[in-house]
Structures are given as structure tokens and as C-alpha cells.
């Protein structure tokens, strides 16, 4: 172990031609190449679950993902099947709303979301020409969770205790539902939600600071652009939803009346909560698509994109703009008519830059020579659906419209036109583009046209007439109708349509799946593409790139024709592993000029363990099971710790390392250098945006409420509350000193802060649960939101002191030192968003009562 004064890369850069051209000894290539391959060696056998490197997990995630895809698929199935003729009891009223709630959920949560993330820890790595995400465990624990949450969640329909509430859950109905079913959604969910924030974070990090060399943001792939923007999206719009659940779960298990009207509650919170999560959703869903049209688009025509900058700007105006929209789901809730015009005009707008956005696909086709392969094929089928939902979305946004067919079939049409042209097709066609870089085979042309043409047919034979059953009034989510409203014949229709669909799905799986020994592996580079993924290796590699390039241009393998040669002979950097560590390139997040090589984490059952744990912790509550869940939970928290203690942040051996091309980089960086730091500002992004909706619900109720507080109400004891946010505040100082005098060489003092910090914070928490004792949460709302902020700010302050404690012991034992200190600049950060977090909640709990 050294304590090298030099931290920052030096040695040229950026490569000159000439250094470029020097041929790597033959000798050297193999040897460089043994010890990558060795280092990056997936385990064998039962072992091959602990594999956590992206082209494993993501495909596990993928598959996953798809298969869910498929059994909600069967449910659509069997619901069409029960509406196909008038007065149908093949399948009860209970059972059909299982159904068309899980159907719902399932797509949206199991597999429209995590589709993305999966594909994009797959593939993002070989966009960027680099070796891994920079945080593989966290992608396998998101993984696990995904599953084991997953798996629950669909399995509750064997049991016949599947929510019934329908995919947004509204209360009361989703409120005064006996059973577990709404708990399975609520709790379920939210596991599912934390793992996809968890791997947004991941992605967003790669994004941001692990791309190659050279390659500065405007001349990134469009996909990165697309998933900085939807990584970005999932943060701000998933924690609204996590937030609402957290108020829906304190409501069933506990009856805290906060969507419940006899006690000052209002389901209204529920809806705007939901919808802030569930219009950005479908962005969510639709633009990681598009990101997928914007890299097929460029290869079939045989030219660089049309538009790259406006393209980008249309992204990030449309992620922007989605968050403004949510109201238009809520037209017919008798919402202000000031704000119904404002909301219905909004989401005209809209329309704008997803316009520009398929505009500049269309030029880029029609400029090109354009070859009709299948992913084209499919494709075309998706902006042909996706641009008839689009009418109709443009129908539905006028609010007097809205009205007529609120609630009608003609609703499930628009939305059904709008996610399969906007998801299902352009992932297919994702699947028959990046299928021959996976597998290195390719899929049938044959299979594939008749997948397309059964599914494109049987598509619009379903939901085209939906349009027609909706207007004459069907309603969505009834189980059956009676003979003499004619609808019987459009439903047959549809329901024949849907088997359609099923017949080309079994097609394109069976070409998915049908063994392909015997076919000769694909050339390097099938489809004559620009961008680095097609750089890897035939037969594979597990290493990604075999050395990581520098790039000058948009379309590095059309520009430069000696780049992929140079890769394979391992002339770029980090084309070697001399101490048989797993690592990849971190670069500047404007110029991608090299920083650090970033040891990277290998195999461990430790992360399937995590998330079983962690999976029990929002499980055994669904029973009310609360004991199994705490120790469920604190067990989880030992196995996190475990992780992180041994893998993240150790002082490594070699303080610096001979990147290649005569760079020489540091091997551990702390404070923003680091990629830990960058994962713990954006995760603390999310959580502050959770608090904030809990804050909102606050001043909601305010706002919207006459009786809130309600007539001599009892107020937190405010000396109490002040001293609970004084020792917090207290508590973010001492750790802010820690960092301040472990980095001066001033352990003593460090560590004495380091004791001193979790004691006080301790402390507050104690009075901050004091201070609120002589409220009743299930009397009414007033009461009952003020425990959930308590309980908010006491839950973070624990985790705050865990953290204490964990870098108080790294620097008893050697694992922090003064010169590295990433764990504790982390920590810092986290408690500079709990310190806000006291402030704000502090400040709403007691000075209400005098403001109110
Ligand atoms: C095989 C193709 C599909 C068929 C035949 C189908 C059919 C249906 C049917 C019959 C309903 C229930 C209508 C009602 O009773 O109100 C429904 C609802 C729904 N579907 Fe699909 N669907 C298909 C694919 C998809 C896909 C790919 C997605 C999303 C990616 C999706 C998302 C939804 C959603 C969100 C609902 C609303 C659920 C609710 O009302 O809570 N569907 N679908
Ligand atoms: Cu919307």
C-alpha cells in the first residue's frame, strides 16, 4: 500500500497519429490479451450467478423482462377471450379485474421500465467502448430485486389475491379493498421502483463519466443522449410514486387517514401523485424506443443522422416538458377550467419535439439509401402505429373531447396504438438489430417477416375497432356486457385480432430461441455500422472493448478506418490487466479526457443476497408481518455493508497505472473525481424528490382543505423539534469536520467528530419522536402527516448514522486514510441533503402551528 503524493493523470494526451501507427508487438498483443481474458473471466457452472458484468446481468434482465412481457400477454389473452361474446362467465367479475390490473402493471412495471434499463446495461458499455457500468454489483442487485419482486408481485394471481384496483390504484377503491392485494401492488412496486432508480443512477454515471476518450457530450451516440435524458426522467418521476405509496401503505396498514375524506384526507393527493409519475412514464417508455430508432435509422441509411443537435434538444425538451402534463389524466375529476386550458393546451405542445424528433428520422431516410432490412421493417410498422396513437393522444387532450370517451375502449385503443408503436415494435426491432452483437448469430429474415406482418395485422384488427367499440360507449375494465348494446361483433373482432398478435409472438419467440449451432457465426460488423458496438470481438470476448479507443468523431467506424484494427491490437488504453483487476476508463463528463482507471467489482453471491433480504423487508409487511421485516431489513443493511466494505473504495495497491499510449492515471480518486460520489449526488436527487412530494402533500392539504389542522388541534411540541433539528445540524458539522481534519492528517480529531456526529444525531432522532408523541396519527390527516415526516427524517437519520459508524471504522482499521477518503466525502454529501431534509421538515412540523 502507497500513499503516492501524485493524484492526477500525467504522460500525453491526446494521442498523436504517429503514436497511433507504432505497431504493438505480437508478443505483447497475446500476452495483454491472456490477462484481460483472465480478469474478465464470467464464473462457471452454479457459479454463474454471481456473474454481475453487464453483458451477463443485462441479459438475464432482459429476458426477464420479456417474459413477463409474455405473461401478461397470456392475461390480455384470456380477457379477450371472456369479452368475445356478449354475457361471457367464463371468467368472473374479481377475476377479470385481477387481470386487467396485472396486465396493466405487469406491462408498465415489469416490463415496459425495466426493457430499458436492461437493454441500456447491455449495450451502453460497447457504445461508449468500454468495459463495464461503473457499478456492476449495484446493476445484479437491481437485477435480483427486479426478480424477486417480479416474481412475487405475478405470483399473487395463483394465489387469487392479485390487486384488483387497476394499474393507478386509485383509492378509496384501492383504499377500502380487504385483502392483500393492494399491499402486493404498493409494497411489490416499490421495490421494483428503488431497483429501477438504483440502475438509473448506474446509467446515468456511465453516461456522465465513463465514456472513451475524446468523446465530448455533442458527439456522444443519440442513444447515451437518450439515456442520460430517461435516466434523468426515471429519477424525478419515480419518487412522486414511491412517496405515494409510502402515504397509501401508512393508510392501509396503519389507518392514517391521508386519502380518506371523513378525516381531512383526499384521494386527489393519490391522483396528482400518480400522474406526476405516470405521464412522464409513458416518455419513459418511449423515448429509450427512439433512442433504439436513432441508432438503426443512421445504419440502414448509410449516412450519419440528420440533425444530431436538434434531435438532442427535443430529447431534453421532452423530458422536460412531460413533467408539466400529468393533469390532463385527471380532466373529468372537476378540476379548476383555468387549469384544464392550460393543461389541455400544454399537452398540445408536446407535440413539438417528439415531431422534430420523427422529422428528422423521416429526412435522414429519405436522404439516405436506404436498405430494407427487418429492423427497418419493424421500425416503419412502429412510426405507422405510433403516429395513429398520436392522433388520437392530440384527440384526447382537448378536455370537452376527453370527456365524452373518459373511461371508454377508445382510451385502451389510443393507448395500445401509442405503446405498441411506441415500445413493442422499436424493442423488436432492437432485438433483430443487436441481436447478431449478443449472440453473434443472426435471426431469420424469413421468421422475422412473418412475425412483423402477423403481429402489425393482428395489431390493428384488435385495437383499431376498439376505437369504434369506445364511441359507442363500451367502458374499459367491465368483465362483460349485455347482448343488446351491440357490441358483440367488434369484440369478437378484437379478440380474434388478439390471437393474431399471439401467433407472430409465438413465431418471433420460437426464432429467438430455436437452437442455431449449426450457423455460421456473423462477421464482425453485419450491418455496416459507425458506432463502437460493433467493434467487439467475433467470436466474443468477455472483455468489451480489448483496449479502450480515442474518438474524434460521431461515427468512429465509418471515419476511421484503422480504429478497430488498433483496438484488437490492443494500441489504445488499458489494453492490459497486469494485476488481474477488472477496470474501466473514467473520463471528464464535458471532454471525456481520461481521469482515472476505475477498478471495477467481480462476481458474489453477496448482491443475490442483498436483494433477498431487502426483498423481505417489503414483503413481510404485505402480511403484517412487521418483526420479520425489520430483521429481514437489518439484514439487508449487514449484506450492503459487507459489499461495500470489501469492494468499494479500498486504497489500492498501486497508487498509479500505466494506462497505454504513455498515460499514466491514478487508480482511486475521492470528492467529485470519483464515480461513487456522482451515484450518491444523483441518487440524492431522487430521495430529496420523494421527501419533496411528501412536503407537497402537506401544503396540499393546506391549500385545499378548510379543516386542516382541524379545530383545536394538537401540535408537535416545538422546544422538542428545535432541539431535534439542532443536534442534526450539529451532527452534519461534526462530519463535515471529520472529512476537514482526516484530510489535514488530524485522525484524532476525525474520529472524535466521528463518535461525537452519530451520538447527536441519535439524540434528535429521539426528540423528534418525542415531540410528536401526543398526536394521533389515525384521528385525522393533520396529525397523521406529521408522523410521516417524522418518520422520513428519523428513517434517513439512521441511515446517516450507519454511515458514520461505517467510515469511523475504516479509519480505525486502514481502509480511510487521509489521502483516501471517498467514503467519506460521500457520507458528507449524503448528510448535506439530510441536513436540508431536518431544515424543511423541521420548519413545516413546527413553526405550523403558529403560521396555520
Ligand atoms: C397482446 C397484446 C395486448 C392485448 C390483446 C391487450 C389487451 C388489453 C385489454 C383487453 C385490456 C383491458 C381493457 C379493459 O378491460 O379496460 C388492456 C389494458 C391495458 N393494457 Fe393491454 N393488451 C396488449 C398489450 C399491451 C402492452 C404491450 C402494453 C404496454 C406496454 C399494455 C398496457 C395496458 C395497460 C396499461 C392497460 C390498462 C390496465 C388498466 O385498466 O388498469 N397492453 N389491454
Ligand atoms: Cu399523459
Known sequence: MSD??????????PPTEAMLAEPVPQDEQDRTAAELRAAWEPPKGWRYFTAVNNSEVGLWYALTAFGFMLLAGILALLMRVQLAVPGNDLISADRFNQFFTMHGSAMMFLFAVPMFEAIAILILPAFLGGRDMPFPRLSAFGFWCFVIGGVFVMGSLLFDAAPTAGWFMYPPLATQDEGPGSDIWLLGLSFIEIASIAAAVELIVGVLKCRPPGMRVNIMPLYA??????????????????????????ERSFDWPFFDPTRGGDPMLWQHLFWIFGHPEVYIVFLPSIAIAAMVIPTVARRPIVGYSWIVLSAVGTGFL??????????????????????????????????IQLFAFAATLIVGRVKMSLPMLWIAGALAIFIAGGLTGVMLAIAPFNWQVHDTYFIVAHLHYTLFGGMVFPVIAGVYYFFPFIRKKMLSERLG?????????????????????????????????????????????????????????????????RPKGDQKQVPRNPWDAGTLEWSHNVPAEFWGARSIPHITSRYPLWDDPKLVERMDAGRYYLPDSPHGHRETLVTSVIDASPELAQRVTGPTWITLW??????????????????????????????????????????PEHGMRDAGLGLSLPTYASGPKAVGWWAVWITMLGDATAFASVVFGFFFYWTAKSDFPPEGAVHAAPVLVGLAVAALALSWALTLGARHWNGAGRLGAARGALVGAPLLAAGGCAALILSVQQLEPS???????????????????????????????????????????????????FWHFLCLTVLVAGAVIGLAPGVL
Open 322 to 355: 412531460s413533467f408539466g402534463l400529468w393533469v390532463h389524466h385527471m380532466f373529468t375529476t372537476g378540476l379548476p377550467n383555468i387549469s384544464l386550458g392550460f393543461f389541455s393546451a400544454a399537452s398540445e405542445a408536446v407535440v413539438i419535439p417528439t415531431g
Open 610 to 651: 442483498a436483494a433477498g433480504f431487502t426483498g423481505g423487508a417489503f414483503i413481510f409487511p404485505t402480511f403484517h408481518m412487521y418483526v420479520s421485516a425489520i430483521v429481514s431489513g437489518a439484514f439487508a443493511v449487514v449484506c450492503i455493508l459487507y459489499w461495500l466494505w470489501t469492494s468499494t473504495a479500498r486504497p
Open 4 to 13: 503516492t503524493t501524485q493524484t492526477g493523470p500525467s504522460g500525453p494526451y
Open 779 to 829: 384521528s385525522h390527516v393533520y396529525p397523521a402527516i406529521i408522523w410521516a415526516l417524522m418518520i422520513w427524517v428519523v428513517a434517513h437519520a439512521l441511515v446517516g448514522i450507519i454511515m458514520q459508524l461505517y467510515c469511523l471504522a475504516g479509519s480505525l482499521t486502514g481502509k480511510l486514510t487521509p489521502r483516501h477518503d471517498a467514503d467519506l466525502w460521500n457520507i458528507t454529501l
Open 449 to 513: 417477416r412473418w412475425a412483423f406482418w402477423l403481429i402489425f395485422t393482428g395489431f390493428n384488427v384488435t385495437f383499431l375497432p376498439m376505437h369504434l367499440t369506445g364511441l359507442l360507449g363500451m367502458p374499459r375494465r367491465v368483465f362483460t356486457y349485455p347482448e343488446a348494446a351491440g357490441w358483440g361483433l367488434l369484440n369478437m373482432i378484437s379478440t380474434l385480432g388478439a390471437f393474431v398478435i399471439a401467433a407472430g409472438f409465438a413465431v418471433f419467440v420460437w426464432d429467438l430461441l
Open 225 to 250: 443522449w437518450y439515456v442520460l435524458v430517461v435516466g434523468g426522467m426515471i429519477l424525478f418521476a419515480f419518487p412522486p410514486l414511491i412517496a405515494g405509496d409510502f402515504l397509501f401503505e401508512l
